[in-house]
Structure formats: structure tokens, C-alpha cells
């Protein structure tokens, strides 16, 4: 009887007949089992069929939901913030009182006039956002469940909290990710439990869940808005300037639970001290919360608040209180772990408690909290601009697209700034009404512009979660002026015209100045469309009009006379593509110049088409192999090959011309494939290698030069006289967490074709250096004497760097190897250095 009383429970486990033991129900959930549902509507269990928790959550089951509940409450309504790139639309949940929703036209005008200062009388605006890193899973399916609990309640507190406020709830930030991640573990999750961190359940496939469609870090992104995610995101911010932002993640497996503060001494010096000491206030509700439950946490270690371009530091720069959340993480329904099993139960519930408890600790500290954000924004949009103003002055030599690009983010930022009505001169430099802008110092977003163009060498804590640096001064290899004054006639909140293109029936050519971010572009789509185009290989000047015309070395000649396409279908395509992308084109009527070479010039080179591959796969930095894709595809509109490492050896690169090898481990790889590479080089084909490629290279006598590796730089470090509580100061010291640098560049080498001077800012968050070369001309750039620009980087590092190699192209046969000790392309926001990238695909073949 008892066998058979077994076989029973073990059939009915396996066919379903009885509940996973991870399955989660509202009703089981320790953090809302007192919340007095009602049963009017449909909870997450009724609606899946089976219980919260059971499977992971597609985003269309969660967007769904969120529909019905929106259908069923007077209490909820949805906000849309835009589609991803897979285009799955990104939904935030809007759960207040009945009457507030009648009335939210209303509080979001009042919303409107927040940054005014002026003392609040509205709603509380709380937003609690999950799974940012779609791999992080558990927060979107705890948002589900507090969803219901507030749409359904009739608990006196919870009947107050939508009374005094309005809830926003994002169950997931990231919905490319999230469904890569939740297809991957539902895939591999068999019948019976396995907590075996081996098991694929648990091992992602490459590319993780983390990242969106081009592999990037989304809570990376809140400042340099490259994503749609990302913009959506920051447009709702602003829409609702929340008073509260909530930002739910997971961590490491063996870890217990973390909330903010994080370690005092790394919080940005721009963020106020009123909100470290309101975030201590709200801390007191979690400890209170997860002590209840007997759930272990810790504050004030690891975790930072230095980085304005994540979800819970974004906030503070903006008049917000922003905290982060931290569960360990199952990956998968069971774990075991060095503190025993953790389930994805475990995980959802502890989100749902830090929910509960944000929403209740925000509800105890409104007067607090409404006060806070109009002192932050109090005095700072005073009267309309009058007279002199003081601010900053950015311009790009002869390159509109880069000012449009970062005119563009100020206005999702809400940054206030002004276009010039004439080119005015600050100091030695000259700056253009058509490549410039003026940013005002006194506005409302002071404070973020502040720390957009934050420049500091000097930190008390050396230690960063994220990067020490990013000024877009150098991200965008700016001139500036940081105390420019300007009178207000010379300003205008109107963009200049763009000039129109038309050809002159007697022009014989047309002219690209390359140091222009869209003349790639162009290039890459007239080359598509089989039109010859060339490129200069040294600087020359022409008339036009009357009027002596500068163009630098890697400029584009377009000849109007071409074999297989007539001038009248050049021209329209030509205008075509301007109406995409700000450019400036100019027409000659003659092949002479007035200095340097004639465009009939045999040191004007025609462009080959280009076919690149990307090495993708495990050991493959994500980031850096997604920055290299997003670039190609969407900013070039290059068709570009994606090649797992697996399938390496099996595809013929003969048919390729550049092989693309990001950052990364590559010790998968054999012998047989770095042969592969170097015939592919001899035979023609251009090899772009950087970071930890270049590692691989060099075992594989690929690469001529030698690397300094971070064994190398740690004998730097005296580590002799240092006490055992010294030992995480030092690797604080050796890490290079991210520093801005300065390289010197032989402007006469074809990589340096466009970028207008002689130094190049770049992004370093790796300990590699490159030894002097003994190959002649192959040197394209160096670190500077003196290479810190910004952010922090031990005075060992600087002194090894100083004046060594940074970029090299190593000749190979008729191929060349492209060496950068850095990615050049950090999070695509490195609009300065990413001109390296083009140059290496259309000059590198023809000038190497």
C-alpha cells in the first residue's frame, strides 16, 4: 500500500497533477498574505493556469496581464513608453484611487511644473521598475503579483497609499532579454527539480538574458540614451518626475539580500545630502520588512552610488530618491547554494516584500519626499534669460551630425541650450553657428549637466562599481569652453537651416569632408548602390565659388562621370541620403586644386565594398561585440555577418574582407583556426582585434608586437609594507574600472583619416598595454605623456602607459592586422573614437 501510495504522489508530481514545490501563489506569498484580496479579479495563477512562479514569464504573458487588470480595475490604467528593437512594447502599470484616474490629465500637467520648485500639493509619485537585466527575472514576475495585490485590496493602508499616491509599475525594462533568458531556462527545466548549478537550466547560452537585442547593458544606458529601452525609459521619467524610483535586480547565487545605502564613501560629491539621508530613512522600512521574514540582508558594502547612468543613481541627480535592490539569484526554479537551495519563490517573494515596504516607507515619508524635490529644484528657473549668460560652449569642426546627436540627448534629458546665430570666438577658439551650442549654467538641470561633463581625477574611494569617468567632452570629442559668456543676441532655441543639396550641371565631382560622423554612411550606401567613391590620402584645397575650400586627408571624391551610373541618379541618391543624416556636400566644377592633390590624383583611392564578420560566441565580451554590431548595422547599414566561435573552422573567410574579433576570452579556440587567420590576412583580409584578442593573436603568432598584460602591471604595485586590511585598497589601486585617456595619433596614418586633431580621447577599463614596436610605420597612435584625462587610474598605470603604443596595423601579405589595446567603441556613446572603425574598413585595404 505505501509503494503504491508513493508511485502515486511521484506519477502526479511528474504529470502536473500536484504543484511544483517552487510554484508561487498570491495566496502563499508571505509579503502580501494579509493584503484581503478581492475576487472580482483575476489573479496571476487564474490567468496563467497555473501558478506564479511555475514557468518564467514570457513579456507578452506579463503585457497581457497587465491588460486585463487594466480592464477589470477602476484602479489601474497603462502607460506605454515605446517598442524594442524585436518590437515588444514596453508597459507600466498606473495604480491609483478611482478619482486620481479620473483626474490624471490634471496631475500631469502639475507634474510639468515640477522642475519650477515650487511647493508640491499633489500626488506622491512612486515607481517601482524590474528586470532591467532581462536575466534578473524575478522582480518582473513580483510585479505581477503586487500588480494584483494593489488593484485588488481593500486594505486600509493600501486604500490610503492610492489615495495619496500614484504607483507606477514596470515589470520589465529589458523585454528582448527577458524572453531570450526565460525561453532558455523554460527550455531546460525538466519535470523534476534540478539544483544543480551545472545544469544548462542554470548556464545561459551566449548571449545572455542580461542584455537587450545588441547585446547591451541597458543599466548602463540612462545617460547616453542609445536605445530605444533606454529612451522610452527616461521619457517616462520626465513625464512623471517620480518622487520615489525603486530599481529591482539580482545578484551573485551565494549572496543573501541587499538594499541601498551603498558604501558611503563612493556616492557621487554631485548627488545631495538630504538623499542619502531619506534613502537611510526608507532603509529602516526594508530591515524592518525582511526581519519579519528572518530573510538576511546588508547595506553600505560592494554596491555604489557614483554612476548617473544607472537605474538607481539617475534619479538622484534629477530631484529623486533612487535605491537599488539586490536579490541573489536562482537563474533557473531551484539553486543550491553555498547557504543551501534558493528558489525562485524565495527570490519573488523578497522582491515583494522591498516592494511593499518601498511603498510603505514612501507613504510614511510623503511630506519628506515632496519637500525634497522642490528644494532640489528650488530658485533654478527663474525669469526667461536676460543679458550676459554664463555656461558651456561645445562645438565639433565641421561636423554637424555629432552636434545633433548631443543636442538630441539634452533634449530627452530636458537640458536647456541654444544653437548660435553667428560663430563667436571664446579664448584661442573659434566656434561655428552651424557645429556648436551654448549650455546655460542656471536652469533646472544643472546639476545633471554638471555631472554629464563631470571632470575629476581626485577620490577619496578608488573603488567603482561601474566606470570612474564619462564625460561627454571627451565621449564626443568636443571643443569647450566650461566659462564661456554670451550675449543673448547671438542665441537661438532654433536649429540653423540645413543646407540643400544641388548639383551644378557642370560639376565634375562631388566632396565629402570625412571628419563629418554621417560622410560614413553615406559611403557605405552609395557603395551598395555599385557608385564609385573615392578617398584622398593626403589634404587639399579647391575653389568653389570664389572661395578656397579645405579638405582633409580620408575626404570622399563621388566623380560624376562613372561607367555604370549617370550623374542625374548620383545626385538623387545623394539627396536622398542627406535627408537622413546631416551632412555637407560640396560641388566642383574642375579636377584642379588649388593646393595639393588634383582629384584626378592617383593618391585619391577607390573604395573596395566592404563584407565584414563578427566572431561572436562564449568567451566573447557581450558588450563589445554588440557596440561593434550596433555600429555597423545601425549607424553605417552595413549587412554584417554574426559568427559563432564554434562554427569558425567551417566557414570559408574567403569571402569576407574584415574580421572583426572583440575583447574577450578566446582560449576555445585552436591552432588550426589562428593559420586560418593569418592566410585569411596574407590574402587580402583586414583582422580588427582589441583588448583580450589581442592576447590570443599573440600566442598564435599572429601578432608581431608584445603585449603588457595585467601580470605585468601588478609587479608595478609595491604591495611589500601593507597590512592584510590594506590587501582591498591595492585592488581597488589595480583595477582600471574605466578612465578616460589621452592618445597622440600620427595624424598622417590612414586610421587617423577624420578625426580633427592630434589627440584622441579614449575610454580604458582594461590593464593592457602594447611594448614599442620594432615594425616600421605601424604605430597610428600612442597614450600621451601624460594620459589621464578624467576619472581614476593608478600613477603606476600612467607611468607604463606614457608614450607607449595604444593603436597599431601590422602588415600581413596583402592583409593587414588591426591592433587596439582598448574598444574604441565603449558602449557606443565614444562618437570620437568610433571613426577609427570606418577607417580601418574602407582606407585600412588600400593604405596599410
Given at each position: 500500500m505505501l509503494r503504491a501510495l508513493l508511485y502515486f504522489f511521484a506519477v502526479s508530481y511528474v504529470f502536473g497533477i500536484l504543484p511544483s514545490a517552487s510554484a508561487v501563489t498570491t495566496q502563499n506569498l508571505s509579503s502580501v498574505a494579509n493584503l484581503n484580496p478581492s475576487s472580482q479579479l483575476t489573479s496571476p495563477e487564474a490567468f496563467l493556469g497555473y501558478p506564479?512562479?511555475?514557468?518564467?514569464?514570457?513579456?507578452?504573458?506579463?503585457?497581457?496581464?497587465?491588460?486585463?487588470?487594466?480592464?477589470?480595475?477602476?484602479?489601474?490604467?497603462?502607460?506605454?513608453?515605446?517598442l524594442s528593437y524585436e518590437e515588444r512594447q514596453q508597459l507600466t502599470a498606473v495604480i491609483t484611487s478611482k478619482s486620481n484616474q479620473a483626474n490624471l490629465k490634471k496631475i500631469l500637467a502639475q507634474r510639468k511644473e515640477v522642475k519650477s520648485g515650487k511647493k508640491q500639493d499633489g500626488p506622491l509619485i512612486i515607481w517601482l521598475a524590474y528586470s532591467i537585466h532581462g536575466d534578473e527575472a524575478s522582480g518582473a514576475h513580483a510585479a505581477l503579483a503586487l500588480s494584483y495585490q494593489l488593484a485588488s485590496s481593500n486594505d486600509p493602508w493600501i486604500k490610503q497609499l492610492l489615495d495619496e499616491a500614484i504607483v507606477l509599475i514596470t515589470p520589465t525594462q529589458n523585454p528582448d532579454g527577458f524572453d531570450r533568458f526565460s525561453n532558455w531556462t523554460n527550455n531546460y527545466r525538466g519535470q523534476v527539480e534540478v539544483s544543480d548549478p551545472r545544469h544548462k537550466e542554470h548556464k545561459q547560452n551566449w548571449p545572455t538574458g542580461r542584455t537587450n537585442h545588441y547585446f547591451a547593458d541597458l543599466n548602463r544606458d540612462w545617460l547616453f540614451l542609445r536605445h530605444p529601452e533606454s529612451r522610452g525609459r527616461v521619457a517616462l521619467f520626465h513625464k512623471w518626475q517620480p518622487h520615489y524610483v525603486g530599481d529591482f535586480h539580482e545578484m551573485n547565487s551565494n549572496g543573501s539580500y541587499f538594499f541601498q545605502p551603498g558604501v558611503p564613501d563612493r556616492t557621487h560629491p554631485l548627488t545631495p545630502k538630504k538623499n542619502q539621508v531619506l534613502t537611510e530613512k526608507l532603509a529602516q522600512f526594508h530591515r524592518q520588512a525582511l526581519d519579519k521574514k528572518q530573510q538576511e540582508y546588508f547595506s553600505r558594502q560592494i554596491f555604489d552610488d557614483y554612476f548617473y547612468g544607472k537605474g538607481s543613481t539617475y534619479p538622484d541627480i534629477n530631484g529623486s530618491i533612487g535605491v537599488l535592490f539586490e536579490q541573489s539569484s536562482t537563474k533557473g526554479q531551484a539553486l543550491m547554494t553555498e547557504n543551501?537551495?534558493?528558489?525562485?519563490?524565495?527570490?519573488?517573494?523578497?522582491?515583494?516584500?522591498?516592494?511593499?515596504?518601498?511603498?510603505?516607507?514612501?507613504?510614511?515619508?510623503?511630506?519628506?519626499?515632496?519637500?525634497?524635490?522642490?528644494?532640489?529644484?528650488?530658485?533654478?528657473?527663474?525669469?526667461?534669460?536676460?543679458?550676459?549668460?554664463?555656461?558651456?560652449?561645445?562645438?565639433?569642426?565641421?561636423?554637424?551630425?555629432?552636434?545633433?546627436?548631443?543636442?538630441?540627448?539634452?533634449?530627452?534629458?530636458?537640458?536647456?541650450?541654444?544653437?548660435?546665430?553667428?560663430?563667436?570666438?571664446?579664448g584661442d577658439k573659434e566656434f561655428s553657428a552651424a557645429s556648436s551650442l551654448f549650455i546655460p549654467l542656471h536652469q533646472p538641470q544643472k546639476d545633471l549637466l554638471l555631472a554629464i561633463f563631470d571632470q575629476r581625477n581626485e577620490f577619496a574611494d578608488p573603488t567603482f562599481y561601474d566606470v570612474s569617468?564619462?564625460?561627454?567632452?571627451?565621449?564626443?570629442?568636443?571643443?569647450?569652453?566650461?566659462?564661456?559668456?554670451?550675449?543673448?543676441?547671438?542665441?537661438?532655441?532654433?536649429?540653423?537651416?540645413?543646407?540643400e543639396f544641388e548639383a551644378d550641371s557642370q560639376a565634375v565631382a562631388l566632396l565629402i569632408n570625412w571628419q563629418q560622423d554621417g560622410a560614413a554612411f553615406v559611403l557605405q550606401q552609395l557603395l551598395e548602390n555599385k557608385i564609385q567613391v573615392k578617398f584622398a590620402a593626403s589634404p587639399f584645397t579647391v575653389k568653389i565659388d570664389s572661395v578656397e575650400h579645405n579638405f582633409p586627408a580620408g575626404s570622399l571624391q563621388i566623380p560624376l562621370k562613372q561607367a555604370n551610373v549617370s550623374s542625374d541618379k548620383i545626385t538623387a541618391k545623394i539627396a536622398r541620403l542627406m535627408a537622413m543624416t546631416p551632412l555637407d556636400i560640396a560641388t566642383v566644377n574642375s579636377s584642379a586644386s588649388v593646393a595639393g592633390i588634383d582629384l584626378g590624383s592617383p593618391d585619391f583611392h577607390s573604395i573596395k565594398p566592404v563584407k565584414p564578420l563578427i566572431v561572436t560566441g562564449y568567451g566573447i565580451d557581450e558588450s563589445e561585440a554588440g557596440e561593434i554590431w550596433y555600429y555597423l548595422d545601425t549607424k553605417l547599414g552595413v549587412p554584417v555577418t554574426l559568427a559563432d566561435t564554434s562554427h569558425l573552422s567551417k566557414i570559408p573567410l574567403s569571402g569576407y574582407t574584415h574580421i572583426f574579433l572583440p575583447g574577450g576570452r578566446y582560449s576555445s579556440l585552436n591552432e588550426t583556426l589562428t593559420r586560418k587567420l593569418g592566410q585569411f590576412a596574407s590574402q587580402g583580409g583586414i583582422v580588427i582585434a582589441q583588448k583580450g584578442a589581442l592576447s590570443w593573436l599573440n600566442k598564435g603568432n599572429l601578432l608581431k608586437a608584445n603585449l603588457k598584460e595585467s601580470r605585468f602591471f601588478k609587479l608595478l604595485f609595491d604591495s611589500s609594507d601593507l597590512t592584510f586590511d590594506e590587501k582591498e585598497k591595492l585592488s581597488a589601486r589595480q583595477a582600471i574600472g574605466g578612465a578616460i585617456l589621452e592618445l597622440t595619433l600620427d595624424i598622417s596614418h590612414p586610421l587617423s583619416f577624420g578625426i580633427p586633431n592630434a589627440r584622441l580621447p579614449i575610454l580604458k577599463n582594461k590593464a593592457l598595454g602594447l611594448e614599442d614596436s620594432s615594425t616600421p610605420f605601424s604605430v597610428a597612435a600612442k597614450y600621451a605623456k601624460q594620459p589621464l584625462l578624467s576619472g581614476y587610474l593608478a600613477k603606476e598605470y600612467q607611468r607604463s602607459l606614457s608614450q607607449s603604443p595604444a593603436i597599431l596595423v601590422e602588415s600581413r601579405g596583402k592583409g593587414a592586422v588591426v591592433v587596439l589595446a582598448d574598444n574604441l567603441m565603449f558602449r557606443n556613446i565614444w562618437l570620437g573614437s568610433e571613426k577609427i572603425y570606418a577607417n580601418a574598413l574602407y582606407f585600412i585595404p588600400a593604405l596599410h
Open positions: 506564479l512562479g511555475k514557468w518564467h514569464l514570457r513579456h507578452d504573458q506579463i503585457n497581457y496581464y497587465l491588460q486585463q487588470l487594466a480592464n477589470e480595475s477602476d484602479r489601474l490604467s497603462i502607460e506605454k513608453s515605446g543551501g537551495k534558493l528558489r525562485l519563490s524565495d527570490a519573488i517573494d523578497n522582491h515583494l516584500t522591498t516592494s511593499i515596504s518601498s511603498l510603505k516607507g514612501s507613504l510614511a515619508l510623503k511630506d519628506d519626499l515632496l519637500d525634497y524635490q522642490s528644494q532640489f529644484y528650488k530658485g533654478r528657473a527663474k525669469a526667461a534669460i536676460k543679458g550676459r549668460q554664463s555656461g558651456y560652449l561645445i562645438g565639433s569642426q565641421a561636423n554637424t551630425g555629432r552636434i545633433a546627436d548631443i543636442a538630441n540627448l539634452f533634449n530627452q534629458h530636458q537640458i536647456t541650450f541654444y544653437y548660435l546665430t553667428e560663430s563667436v570666438a571664446q569617468s564619462w564625460n561627454l567632452e571627451h565621449a564626443y570629442d568636443l571643443d569647450m569652453v566650461r566659462n564661456a559668456k554670451l550675449d543673448l543676441d547671438v542665441l537661438s532655441s532654433t536649429a540653423p537651416d540645413s543646407h
